[in-house]
């Protein structure tokens, strides 16, 4: 007959994992023996090496004594389902370790899989870091507001992107977020963003972002992170307002 402890170093479990088979009632607890002592049989040995091997396979607990006590045909239905749940959860486990897999940058995090690729493309056109973590974070605050229009939207950015001016006006922006605001660079950044607003009006793109962005509220909060993100934000937007032009997230042609 076996103590506690031999019962559990034979089964390759711990006594504390004994213990609580006991307490849930898969395993019985046998009655003292005279000398006071608990001992176990063969018959425990087994069924307790059963417990451990369903539990490793990922059985539930509150599982394995239905399966203990099945019928061969009972067994195969559960053990069919088990595996079921199990590849499922397989299947969740592999898309978290793709996500994390793309958080090495930290581009990723919180944002869609469009605005990766956007992220990734001015990264390549040579946007700098700064710019990029700027553009991140204000996406992410789009993604949350209006997760439903990310893709069209992300798809007409990086056609943008196709235009050297915006590739340009991108470059300029790194220059800012590098140099800071010397006057020569700001003037030549505001007038390429003029030029630009003035191709979007004349395309009639200006005229469909009430369509994209419908929130009055949230374009102020917008607006409000990207002047804290630069010092420069504020002076461009004086800058582009002489030359006719208001807002930033959301654009529009100043009233004569």
């Known amino acids: 007959m076996l103590t506690i402890g031999r019962l559990a170093s034979y089964a390759g479990v711990t006594i504390r994992a004994v213990r609580h088979y006991h307490q849930i009632g898969l395993l019985q607890e046998p009655e003292r023996d005279a000398s006071g002592y608990r001992t176990y049989d063969a018959v425990a040995v087994v069924r307790l090496i059963r417990i451990r091997t369903l539990a490793e396979a990922g059985v539930p607990l509150a599982r394995v004594r239905e399966l203990l006590d099945a019928d061969p045909e009972t067994f195969a239905a559960a053990t069919t389902e088990i595996d079921r749940r199990l590849r499922a959860q397989i299947r969740t486990l592999q898309e978290h370790r793709r996500r994390i ?58 056609a943008e992107l196709a235009n050297p001016k915006v590739v340009r006006l991108y470059q300029l922006f790194g220059r800012i977020a590098d140099n800071g605001e010397d006057d020569e660079l700001l003037r030549e950044t505001a007038d390429l963003m003029s030029e630009l607003f003035e191709q979007a009006s004349a395309s009639g793109e200006l005229d469909r972002q009430d369509e994209v962005m419908p929130d009055e509220a949230f374009i102020h909060l917008m607006d409000a992170f990207a002047d804290a993100a630069h010092p420069a934000v504020a002076r461009l937007r004086e800058m582009i307002a002489e030359r006719g032009w208001t807002g930033w997230t959301r654009i529009a042609k100043r009233e004569p």
Do not use: F
């Not at 995090?109 to 990766?116: D, G, M």
């Open 101 to 158: 897999a793309r958080l090495g940058s930290g581009d990723s995090l919180a944002v869609p899989e469009e605005v990766v690729d956007y992220l990734d493309r001015l990264r390549a056109a040579g946007a700098p870091r700064m710019l990029i973590e700027g553009e991140r974070d204000a996406w992410i605050l789009m993604a949350a507001r209006w997760p439903d229009t990310i893709p069209a939207v992300m798809a007409a950015k990086v």
